[in-house]
T-cell receptor, first 113, second 114 residues
């Protein structure tokens, strides 16, 4: 499997519990944010995005919260399942930077059955 | 409906050897990118392209070259591989419009330089 993520912060949750993964972004001029999920041996996969004119956006079992005051982004996963086990990355896009994304370091989510 | 395809998936090189990684996308995306991913770190942008015939440097471009001769292909070259280039390489493509949808990533190439 992938060696990526050996030194990543890890969140361990029980199956069925809710998970909250946090991300501090760096640039106050960033106005578009994305959460990605990366399973072992695969490329990152889009989960949900949010623009800076919003503070909350919901998807299927996932919610992203944005706090621009403290430059903080969180991903909430409801009723976490074993299939949610992966590394999760946030990414930010700054206005004027075209479609360039800057990625955070990632958090490993481990779901215990 | 292949999306983004990277070849090869695995490669072992000796120090000083050269190689080219191929990325192909079938979504008619204007933007294409090459990232590297090292243990404990997020993806770092090596080079990118905003359209056929254009390339630009990203965050960590040294030791790599790229070409975008066709819109659907983006090649990453290592002229003289070094152990520090051992990494997992991801290609991605995206729509042109700013603030649009997220990228589509390939499945990665694991490169080991010995």
């Amino acid at each position: 499997g992938e060696s990526v993520g050996l030194h990543l912060p890890t969140l361990s949750v029980q199956e069925g519990d809710n998970s909250i993964i946090n991300c501090a972004y760096s640039n106050s001029a960033s106005d578009y944010f994305i959460w990605y999920k990366q399973e072992s041996g695969k490329g990152p996969q889009f989960i949900i995005d949010i623009r800076s004119n919003m503070d909350k956006r919901q998807g299927q079992r996932v919610t992203v919260l944005l706090n621009k005051t403290v430059k903080h982004l969180s991903l909430q996963i409801a009723a976490t399942q074993p299939g949610d086990s992966a590394v999760y990355f946030c990414a930010e896009n700054m206005r004027g930077a075209g479609n360039m994304l800057t990625f955070g370091g990632g958090t490993r989510l481990m779901v215990k059955p | 409906n292949a999306g983004v395809t990277q070849t090869p998936k695995f490669r072992v090189l000796k120090t000083g050897q050269s190689m080219t990684l191929l990325c192909a996308q079938d979504m008619n995306h204007e933007y294409m990118y090459w990232y590297r991913q090292d243990p404990g770190m997020g993806l770092r942008l090596i080079h990118y392209s905003v359209g056929e015939g254009t390339t630009a440097k990203g965050e960590v471009p040294d030791g790599y070259n790229v070409s975008r001769l066709k819109k659907q292909n983006f090649l990453l070259g290592l002229e003289s591989a070094a152990p520090s280039q051992t990494s997992v390489y991801f290609c991605a493509s995206s729509y042109l419009s700013f603030g649009g949808y997220g990228y589509t990533f390939g499945s990665g190439t694991r490169l080991t330089v010995v």
